[in-house]
């Protein structure tokens, strides 16, 4: 095992083949910033989204995906060109992976794309435990699934941050304020077969739970892009707090529940989630 891999094990409580699966991905997931970061992608790009908010905020749960945007719209932006640079880092670190860009079958403002590795090989490589490792499928993946949106809506704010493993490396990020207008407009927009990602609601309240302001202006151009508003609405804090009491009143929490439990180690918190205990809670929001 690599000694960086190592040491970034020592932040990890794993009890069981699950904790050991989302552990291996997580440090997966930094080396890959660590490798785009190199490769110069943020010089173009931000980091945003649950993973960002993850490893850079303290959100304390697991983010399977590693969401960015380009600080400013280019259609023909070439993500598949930061691939030999990622690809080489990554194997740096004794990874064996490959990086694949997922072809477009619609017309979208989203470039994707995966890094693949075998479970069974990488869990013997973080933890030599054949016994884990006996568990899992042969044929079984570990994926990193990677999205750039290539035309982001308008006023979303920055920073840069830096991380010391598993190599000293830069990010630029949204902030918080611009990270919450994201997640606000998942909140009142993003649902799967009709039903809301609980772990939208788990990181809303998180962000309440810190005090973060919500970046109005940035919320809104996300709101009007994706059509949720028409172009008079103003989107100030009262409508946007009214918009989110009626979104409360839809949610079936019991499902949104279910949906976060896989990503969180303390669920007892779930069993207070209801439409009244969100609503009181947005009473509290703020915005600039």
Same mark, same amino acid.
């Given at each position: 095992?690599?000694?960086?891999?190592?040491?970034?094990?020592?932040?990890?409580?794993?009890?069981?083949?699950? =904790?050991?699966?989302?552990?291996?991905? %997580?440090?997966?997931?930094?080396?890959?910033?660590?490798?785009?970061?190199?490769?110069?992608?943020?010089?173009?790009? #931000?980091?945003?989204?649950?993973?960002?908010?993850?490893?850079?905020?303290?959100? =304390?749960?697991?983010?399977?995906? @590693?969401?960015?945007?380009?600080?400013?719209?280019?259609?023909?932006?070439? @993500?598949?060109?930061?691939?030999?640079?990622?690809?080489?880092?990554?194997?740096?670190?004794?990874?064996?992976?490959?990086?694949?860009?997922?072809?477009?079958?619609?017309?979208?403002?989203?470039?994707?794309?995966?890094?693949?590795?075998?479970?069974? %090989?990488?869990? @013997?490589?973080?933890?030599?435990? %054949?016994?884990? #490792?006996?568990?899992?499928?042969?044929?079984?993946?570990?994926?990193?699934?990677?999205?750039?949106?290539?035309?982001?809506?308008?006023?979303?704010?920055?920073?840069?941050?830096?991380?010391?493993?598993?190599?000293?490396?830069?990010?630029?990020?949204?902030?918080?304020?611009?990270?919450?207008?994201?997640?606000?407009?998942?909140?009142?927009?993003?649902?799967?077969?009709?039903?809301?990602?609980?772990?939208? @609601?788990?990181?809303?309240?998180?962000?309440?739970?810190?005090?973060?302001?919500?970046?109005?202006?940035?919320?809104?151009?996300?709101?009007?892009?994706?059509?949720?508003?028409?172009?008079?609405?103003?989107?100030?804090?009262?409508?946007?707090?009214?918009?989110?009491? =009626?979104?409360?009143?839809?949610?079936?929490?019991?499902?949104?529940?279910?949906?976060?439990?896989?990503?969180?180690?303390?669920?007892?918190?779930?069993?207070?989630?209801?439409?009244?205990?969100?609503?009181?809670?947005? %009473?509290?929001?703020?915005?600039?």
């Amino acid at each position: 095992m690599s000694e960086v891999i190592e040491q970034m094990l020592k932040n990890y409580n794993v009890g069981n083949i699950y =904790d050991q699966k989302n552990a291996m991905k %997580e440090i997966m997931q930094e080396i890959v910033l660590c490798g785009l970061s190199r490769a110069g992608f943020f010089q173009k790009a #931000a980091f945003y989204g649950g993973t960002a908010l993850r490893i850079f905020y303290g959100l =304390d749960r697991f983010s399977e995906d @590693l969401d960015f945007s380009l600080e400013t719209a280019d259609p023909s932006f070439d @993500l598949a060109s930061y691939f030999p640079v990622l690809e080489k880092e990554v194997k740096a670190f004794g990874l064996n992976v490959t990086i694949t860009e997922k072809e477009k079958t619609i017309e979208s403002n989203i470039r994707s794309a995966f890094l693949k590795g075998n479970t069974k %090989e990488h869990l @013997l490589l973080f933890y030599a435990d %054949e016994q884990a #490792a006996g568990s899992v499928a042969r044929s079984e993946a570990v994926k990193i699934k990677f999205e750039v949106d290539v035309n982001p809506p308008a006023y979303a704010t920055f920073e840069h941050k830096y991380r010391l493993l598993p190599s000293p490396y830069e990010v630029n990020i949204y902030d918080m304020p611009s990270l919450f207008a994201g997640k606000i407009h998942a909140v009142l927009c993003r649902a799967w077969q009709s039903r809301i990602k609980g772990r939208d @609601l788990y990181d809303y309240v998180f962000y309440l739970s810190r005090g973060t302001a919500v970046n109005r202006k940035h919320l809104r151009e996300r709101l009007l892009q994706t059509g949720f508003i028409t172009s008079d609405v103003e989107c100030t804090l009262p409508e946007l707090k009214q918009m989110l009491y =009626d979104r409360f009143d839809s949610i079936d929490f019991a499902q949104a529940g279910r949906d976060v439990e896989p990503f969180i180690h303390n669920t007892s918190v779930l069993h207070i989630w209801s439409a009244e205990f969100f609503k009181q809670i947005t %009473e509290g929001l703020r915005a600039y």
